[in-house]
């Protein structure tokens, strides 16, 4: 079969349209007008010129998922709503409970049973990292904390830059996390305690280490009892964490793993304008997009 678009002769019109089929991409052949460049495989049907407009007479198009392409029927197929990846990156099939989320405060389920931490808390850094995409600071082994049941150990405290989960809506400029897990090596389950940030005063557990972030990929071990959480978050006085959301989600970087016990303290933290751009100069924008599906059960506590 021999096609003719401006100009150019296309002999292997017939195998597009069959690739097409294949892919469950055409339905119904008859007025319209598409860009089918768009989406071909330009490697299959290895076209010369670079870039070129393939006007066909086509109304009703459907989707071409990557799902169809073993369709040996040549019939289009339903995707099922279930088995459609909500969010995800190639090679990869996360699940339904993935991080972070936008908090819509007013559907939080508010939580009546009490939830209380309990602390062990050295509050030993001992390291600061700069790992490229984010600034970690690495806990010495020997701090724990027990949630619902569950004792993890504190392991590291990391940022992102804007912050990753949303509140109403609302982006901040910087989020922490403080990541613990439990013991078990092969398959551990996570506690990731997240604290918001905006731009105010200068913050004081922030300035005590942000001069020793290391070049890119490199270490830099700090003395014990110099960088002190504890300040931060005010457990000296009182070992609450104060109010919070929780849900059940999953890490935000690869790979996604859904095993994560999210808290999300109510109070937002400040740090200075100079101090998020510091960090954000360090590690660029880092925070994954939010998880779409609002289905992820928040609770109020
Ligand atoms: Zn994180």
Same mark, same amino acid.
């Given at each position: 079969?021999?096609?003719?678009?401006?100009?150019?002769?296309?002999?292997?019109?017939?195998?597009?349209?069959?690739?097409?089929?294949?892919?469950?991409?055409?339905?119904?052949?008859?007025?319209?007008?598409?860009?089918?460049?768009?989406?071909?495989?330009?490697?299959?049907?290895?076209?010369?010129?670079?870039?070129?407009?393939?006007?066909?007479?086509?109304?009703?198009?459907?989707?071409?998922?990557?799902?169809?392409?073993?369709?040996?029927?040549?019939?289009?197929?339903?995707?099922?709503?279930?088995?459609?990846?909500?969010?995800?990156?190639?090679?990869?099939?996360?699940?339904?409970?993935?991080?972070?989320?936008?908090?819509?405060?007013?559907?939080?389920?508010?939580?009546?049973?009490?939830?209380?931490?309990?602390?062990?808390?050295?509050?030993?850094?001992?390291?600061?990292?700069?790992?490229?995409?984010?600034?970690?600071?690495?806990?010495?082994?020997?701090?724990?904390?027990?949630?619902?049941?569950?004792?993890?150990?504190?392991?590291?405290?990391?940022?992102?830059?804007?912050?990753?989960?949303?509140?109403?809506?609302?982006?901040?400029?910087?989020?922490?996390?403080?990541?613990?897990?439990?013991?078990?090596?092969?398959?551990?389950?996570?506690? +990731?305690? =997240? #604290?918001?940030?905006?731009? &105010?005063?200068?913050?004081?557990? !922030?300035?005590?280490?942000? @001069?020793?972030?290391?070049?890119?990929?490199?270490?830099?071990?700090?003395?014990?009892?110099?960088?002190?959480?504890?300040?931060?978050?005010?457990?000296?006085?009182?070992?609450?964490?104060?109010?919070?959301?929780?849900?059940?989600?999953?890490?935000?970087?690869?790979?996604?793993?859904?095993?994560?016990?999210?808290?999300?303290?109510?109070?937002?933290?400040?740090?200075?304008?100079?101090? +998020?751009? =510091? #960090?954000?100069?360090?590690? &660029?924008?880092?925070?994954?997009? !939010?998880?779409?599906?609002? @289905?992820?059960?928040?609770?109020?506590?």
């Amino acid at each position: 079969m021999e096609i003719t678009f401006y100009g150019i002769k296309f002999a292997f019109g017939f195998r597009i349209i069959n690739c097409l089929k294949k892919r469950g991409a055409i339905n119904v052949l008859v007025g319209g007008v598409i860009k089918l460049s768009n989406f071909l495989d330009m490697k299959n049907i290895k076209i010369a010129q670079k870039t070129f407009m393939l006007s066909l007479f086509v109304a009703t198009v459907a989707g071409c998922n990557p799902s169809q392409v073993n369709n040996t029927q040549n019939e289009p197929v339903l995707v099922s709503p279930e088995r459609e990846p909500v969010y995800s990156l190639p090679s990869l099939d996360p699940g339904k409970q993935q991080s972070p989320i936008n908090i819509f405060t007013e559907n939080a389920k508010e939580d009546l049973s009490s939830h209380e931490f309990v602390i062990h808390f050295k509050d030993e850094i001992s390291a600061v990292e700069n790992l490229g995409h984010t600034i970690q600071l690495d806990f010495a082994r020997g701090s724990s904390i027990t949630f619902r049941d569950i004792t993890y150990n504190f392991r590291q405290i990391h940022f992102h830059t804007p912050a990753e989960h949303l509140i109403d809506g609302i982006t901040y400029p910087m989020e922490l996390h403080i990541v613990c897990s439990t013991e078990d090596k092969v398959s551990p389950s996570y506690l +990731v305690i =997240a #604290i918001l940030f905006k731009m &105010g005063k200068e913050n004081k557990f !922030i300035s005590h280490f942000i @001069n020793d972030v290391p070049r890119e990929h490199e270490i830099t071990n700090v003395n014990r009892g110099v960088v002190k959480l504890a300040d931060f978050l005010k457990l000296h006085s009182s070992k609450e964490l104060g109010h919070y959301f929780h849900y059940q989600g999953s890490l935000t970087t690869p790979p996604y793993t859904e095993k994560v016990n999210w808290v999300i303290l109510k109070t937002i933290y400040q740090a200075s304008r100079e101090q +998020v751009e =510091a #960090i954000n100069k360090l590690e &660029g924008n880092n925070a994954r997009h !939010i998880h779409t599906d609002s @289905n992820i059960q928040v609770d109020d506590d």
